[in-house]
């Protein structure tokens, strides 16, 4: 029980990487209050997991939007208590031409992916500062590290993800609070299977080729478990990591080293 006495919030957690996270963080002890777009699918992934071990509760959420951030982490405090961990995990990504990757495109992924953990940091560490505790972890990505083709405003959101983490890490760690982020490569969610058929028409190969053509470029020549990333998380999260902000962790099986 690594988490007893902690409240996480994890944002995205209906589904892929965020419901991994709060399964294994409800399972180490925390209570956890999972907030997603789709509320239908955060409330049956809360029961889900609370069905196994464990206090889940769920929330209708957009992080794009300041009250439902603000109200979701209020909400929370009230039912579960003091929020001490911060998981972003709410994400959105699509393989598009750059030519053809509309201001619309753009705007939505900037929205979700960046503007998003910048509210949902403020509402956290609003609430964390004046108890001087509190962890917080963003999902950037390896494409946050590596620019890739056809991936502009994704690759622009996830590199912003580390620019803020880092920024953030320094200004509150002297108030006890820490910032990071984990940069996972591929990992197996609702998320790539939504883009596995522009991932083919990118590489020009056929859908059923892209599983063959990614390991053969990941030195460990396989995929991330969505598990392996709530390892990592439950890692930065917890007293084990103390010493640890302001870093950007890559889960790539040695695909990308910097
Ligand atoms: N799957 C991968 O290979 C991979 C690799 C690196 C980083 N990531 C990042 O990890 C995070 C989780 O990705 P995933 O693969 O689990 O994706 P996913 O699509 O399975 O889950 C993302 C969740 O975010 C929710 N969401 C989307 N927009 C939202 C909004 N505005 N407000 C609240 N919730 C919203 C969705 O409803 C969904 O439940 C994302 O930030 C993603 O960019 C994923």
């Known amino acids: 029980m690594r988490l007893k006495d902690h409240v996480a919030v994890v944002t995205g957690g209906a589904s892929g990487i965020g ?9 180490e002890g925390a209570r956890v209050a999972l907030g997603d777009l789709d509320a239908a699918a955060a409330e ?5 997991i609370a069905s196994a071990s ?3 509760r769920a929330w209708a959420l957009d992080v794009t939007r300041r009250d439902d951030v603000e109200r979701v982490a209020g909400e929370a405090e009230a039912a579960l208590g003091p929020i001490s961990i911060w998981v972003n995990c709410a994400g959105m990504s699509q393989i598009v031409p750059f030519l053809d990757c509309s ?20 509402a956290a560490v609003r609430r964390m500062l004046p108890r001087r505790r509190g962890s917080i972890i963003n999902l950037s990505s390896q494409s946050g590290k590596v620019g890739n083709s056809q991936f502009a405003a994704y690759c622009a959101s996830k590199f912003g993800v580390i620019g803020l983490t880092q920024s953030l890490a320094v200004e509150v760690a002297p108030h006890g609070l820490r910032v990071n982020a984990l940069c996972p490569g591929i990992v197996p969610t609702p998320m790539w299977d939504r883009q596995t058929a522009d991932y083919a028409r990118k590489r020009g190969i056929k859908p059923e080729e892209v599983r063959g053509y990614l390991l053969a470029r990941i030195p460990m020549a396989r995929v991330c478990g969505p598990e392996e990333v709530a390892a990592a998380a439950l890692f930065l999260a917890g007293d084990d990591a103390s010493y640890v902000t302001g870093q950007a962790i890559n889960l790539t099986g040695g695909a990308v080293m910097h």
Do not use: H, P, S
């Not at 419901?19 to 399972?27: D, E, K, L, Q």
């Not at 201001?103 to 403020?122: H, M, P, S, Y």
């Open 103 to 122: 201001e619309e495109l753009w705007d939505r992924t900037l929205a979700v992916n960046l503007k998003g953990i910048f509210l949902c940091c403020q």
């Open 44 to 48: 049956r992934r809360a029961a889900q």
């Open 54 to 56: 464990g206090d889940v």
């Open 19 to 27: 419901a991994a996270i709060a399964t294994r963080f409800a399972r």
